[in-house]
Structure formats: structure tokens, C-alpha cells
């Protein structure tokens, strides 16, 4: 999607290994956040950013930690990956300058499996 | 927690029928928004309804809320083989630290030629 990308696009990766994902934009957006898609479970919550170094949890943290040191960079990193954590993985964007837009574009998303 | 649960979950329809798909929540909301996803792709965003609005559209699509009944319906009128998508509906329960949005289970529309 024009303004946002996800690397990478598909990765496989094994239990108890680090994995760090990526999501970069170009639209100068002030809030950046990391979902996850499971069969049955639609989109949740991972992580989120509203500035640089400002994030928050969202509904489904656990194993996961982000990181923003730079404003077109959101970094998702599964600190020990296991199976359960494989998933398809979105990021979004929303807003510009210090309030948000509602509506949030998306990345094309990283599958991510757990072997 | 699911905050939006759609129904019905999978739809199929023929070319240039109307298709309606219900989006149910539990809390107070800011805002609902509905966005599409064709298979493998990211969401897109279709439309959003404010709390305070009953009634929206955009081109082929109309949106109704009905904050009493903590509801929200879709319409796609005169559908083509191209709307073939999940439909997902998303709420915000915004509180200052982002519009964090809260997204339903989808509902699967196929439309067939």
C-alpha cells in the first residue's frame, strides 16, 4: 500500500528465536500500530506508538515488545518466538500532525510461521 | 476481548444483488468504521460513522448505526464480482492515547457471476 511498508513479506523462523519485523512510512503519520490476524480471531491489538518513543500495549502483548526511534519506523520483535505467535502480522497508520484521522491504512502484512 | 462481532459470517450472493452484513458491539463507542479485505491483502478503509450520526454513504455503500441497539449494518447495493472480499467492521474507543481501533471477526462476501 502506497505510504506504508511491511518487511519482510514472509518469513519462517524457529521456536525460541528472536524475529524483528518492520514497518516503515512515508506519510508522516504520528500513530503507528502492530495487529495480528488468526482464523476466527479477526484483527488484535499488539503494540502501538502515538510518537516517538511513546508506545502502549494493545490486547495481545505478551512476547512481543516495539520499539520507535524514528517517526517513518515501527519495529514489532518476538523476544522468543513460539508456535502460537505464528500469524499474519499488519501494521497501520493513522493520523497526521497532532490529531489523529480516523481511518487507518494498512501495510500488506508478514506471514509469519513458527516451525 | 471481540468488541465487534459480525453476522452473518459468510455471504454469497449473485452479480448486482444488494448484500447487508450486521455488525454488533458491546461499549460506548467514538466512532465505527468498516473496512474490506481482499484474500492476502492488508484492510482498506470504506467509511466511517461518528456515534452521533444514524445514517452515511459513499458511492454504492450505506452505513446505519443505531448507538440504542449497539449495532451497525452495511449495505452494498448492486454488488459486482470485484466486492468479492471480507467485510470487517472496527470501533474506536478512543481515550487520548490513539485511535485505537477494535476490530470484529469479518464477514466473508462472495459474488458470483
Known amino acids: 500500500d502506497a505510504g506504508i511498508t511491511q518487511s519482510p513479506r514472509h518469513k519462517v523462523t524457529e521456536t525460541g528465536t528472536p524475529v524483528t519485523l518492520r514497518c516503515h512510512q512515508t506519510?508522516?503519520?504520528?500513530?503507528m500500530y502492530w495487529y495480528r490476524q488468526d482464523p476466527g480471531h479477526g484483527l488484535r491489538l499488539i503494540h502501538y506508538s502515538y510518537g516517538v518513543k511513546d508506545t502502549d500495549k494493545g490486547e495481545v502483548s505478551d512476547g512481543y515488545s516495539v520499539s520507535r526511534s524514528k517517526t517513518e519506523d515501527f519495529l514489532l520483535t518476538l523476544e522468543s518466538a513460539t508456535s502460537s505467535q505464528t500469524s499474519v502480522y499488519f501494521c497501520a497508520i493513522s493520523g497526521s500532525g497532532d490529531r489523529p484521522n480516523y481511518g487507518y491504512t494498512f501495510g500488506s502484512g508478514t506471514r509469519l510461521t513458527v516451525v | 476481548s471481540q468488541q465487534g462481532e459480525e453476522d452473518p459470517q459468510a455471504l454469497s450472493i449473485q452479480e448486482g444483488e444488494n448484500a447487508t452484513m450486521n455488525c454488533s458491539y458491546k461499549?460506548?463507542?467514538?466512532?465505527l468504521q468498516w473496512y474490506r479485505q481482499n484474500s492476502g491483502r492488508g484492510l482498506v478503509h470504506l467509511i466511517l460513522?461518528?456515534?452521533?450520526?444514524r445514517e452515511k454513504h459513499s458511492g454504492r455503500l450505506r452505513v446505519t448505526l443505531d448507538t440504542s441497539k449497539k449495532s451497525s449494518s452495511l449495505l452494498i447495493t448492486a454488488s459486482r464480482a470485484a466486492d468479492t472480499a471480507s467485510y470487517f467492521c472496527a470501533t474506536d474507543d478512543y481515550t487520548g492515547g490513539g485511535n485505537k481501533l477494535t476490530f470484529g471477526t469479518g464477514t466473508q462476501l462472495k459474488v458470483e457471476l
Open positions: 460513522i461518528r456515534s452521533n450520526e
Open positions: 506519510e508522516n503519520h504520528r500513530y
Open positions: 461499549t460506548s463507542i467514538n466512532n
